[in-house]
């Protein structure tokens, strides 16, 4: 093992971790009870055990029914091609013989394998596709502005998902708006315990996806008298107004309330059934990420390497912590194989810091502060990923600054 690993690991033994999933205190929106059992363990213990999914499956029944055939199209589905938008598209059109509208926003990152994915399953469905890409001039200001406050360059990417499906909801007259799996299974935005239904409204969307900076608040950040920036650039991200949605009487709605989410059976599913592939991540080999978790964005290497910098985990945990609640692996074979995985340099590091104009040196220093105890970052970590096979297809800008 590399020692600047070794050495992080030292550092962060103390960190107070779930004893079911192993995830640790800095990861967010968790709480522990007085077992350090945390709270998205005992969600999922409820979602198991718990919940009626008959009856769950009878309100989505009606919910189709309300609104099946009262526009051109009975809902929008949001879709990357990943796996979970994949298997709701797939479930919904097979279990109810909709007529949707499938909607990507191509955050400009998707990577070959998750192209080919798409054109396999809409062309078995048979489902009309819009796809959008946004301005990527605009795009490297955003990663940019959202890396400086936030340390977390995704703002453009996860604020478009969920806002421009709705501008097109309402474009097309279509109030039923369907996403995949409840947050429950990923954070604690919404709570299985408490909540019936996990719809994506504003207020969540301004918690858990734009980082607290409104499309208006970005414009302003951007927007400068040397490189003045055209507002209009911004309204794929902007969430639309109270009153647009009031009249399209929306309905934002997560197919993993309705029925129960398992990821692993709902891949073995779509890879059956409609041929989609898994790829390998930067820092994972195939073999660990058999559901093919987040191979969609050839950034998500450094997205989680920031993680991992700013808060002790990675992907790798993040996988193992599902197989864990699943009783898939054992906690000491998880924690064997997150010390492995975790914390790897990505290549996809140097493309970012091209697209953004900064050296690593000013990218560890953005971090440094944002931290979060009691983790200690490690900035000296030079354990590197492998080149992946699909790597020299990846968008360049050939700038790289070293110092």
């Not at 522990?32 to 998205?40: H, K, L, Y």
């Not at 051109?72 to 109810?96: H, R, W």
């Not at 490189?227 to 709605?253: F, G, N, Q």
Request: with cysteine.
């Amino acid at each position: 093992m590399d020692c600047n690993i070794s050495c992080v690991l030292k550092i962060n033994f103390f960190m107070k971790k779930c004893s079911k999933c192993n995830l640790p205190e800095t990861y967010e929106t968790i709480e522990f009870d007085e077992n350090n059992v945390c709270n998205m363990c005992k969600g999922n213990e409820f979602k198991e055990k718990k919940i009626d999914w008959s009856k769950r499956k009878k309100l989505l029944d009606d919910l189709i029914e309300k609104y099946r055939g009262k526009s051109n199209y009975d809902c929008i589905v949001p879709f990357s091609g990943a796996k979970d938008s994949t298997f709701q598209l797939y479930y919904l059109m097979k279990e109810y013989k909709i007529k949707p509208l499938v909607v990507r926003f191509n955050h400009g990152f998707l990577r070959e394998t998750i192209q080919k994915n798409t054109v396999k399953t809409l062309k078995k469905l048979g489902a009309d596709f819009i796809e959008f890409t946004p301005n990527w001039l605009i795009v490297k200001k955003l990663m940019l502005e959202a890396f400086k406050r936030k340390t977390d360059m995704c703002w453009h990417c996860h604020t478009g998902i969920f806002s421009y499906p709705l501008r097109l909801a309402i474009l097309y007259k279509v109030p039923l708006v369907f996403y995949g799996e409840t947050s429950a299974d990923y954070d604690y935005y919404y709570d299985y315990l408490e909540d019936e239904i996990d719809y994506f409204d504003e207020k969540k969307f301004n918690i858990k996806f734009n980082l607290g900076i409104t499309a208006d608040d970005m414009h302003g950040m951007i927007n400068t008298k040397e490189d003045p920036v055209d507002k209009r650039d911004l309204i794929p991200y902007t969430y639309p107004s109270p009153k647009e949605l009031a009249d399209l009487k929306y309905a934002p709605v997560a197919l993993g309330s309705f029925i129960k989410w398992d990821t692993t059976k709902h891949t073995d599913i779509i890879k059956k059934e409609l041929g989609w592939e898994i790829d390998e991540l930067e820092q994972i080999p195939k073999d660990l990420n058999p559901n093919g978790e987040k191979i969609e964005c050839f950034m998500q290497g450094t997205r989680d390497y920031i993680k991992w910098l700013k808060r002790g985990y990675s992907r790798m945990s993040q996988i193992n912590a599902k197989n864990l609640k699943e009783n898939r692996i054992s906690i000491k074979e998880a924690k064997s194989i997150n010390e492995k995985y975790d914390g790897i340099k990505p290549k996809s590091l140097d493309i970012f810091l091209e697209y953004v104009g900064l050296t690593e040196e000013e990218f560890n220093k953005f971090i440094d502060p944002m931290v979060i105890p009691p983790h200690k970052a490690n900035f000296k970590n030079n354990n590197i990923s492998k080149k992946l096979w699909d790597f020299d297809q990846w968008y360049r800008e050939n700038n790289l600054r070293k110092k």
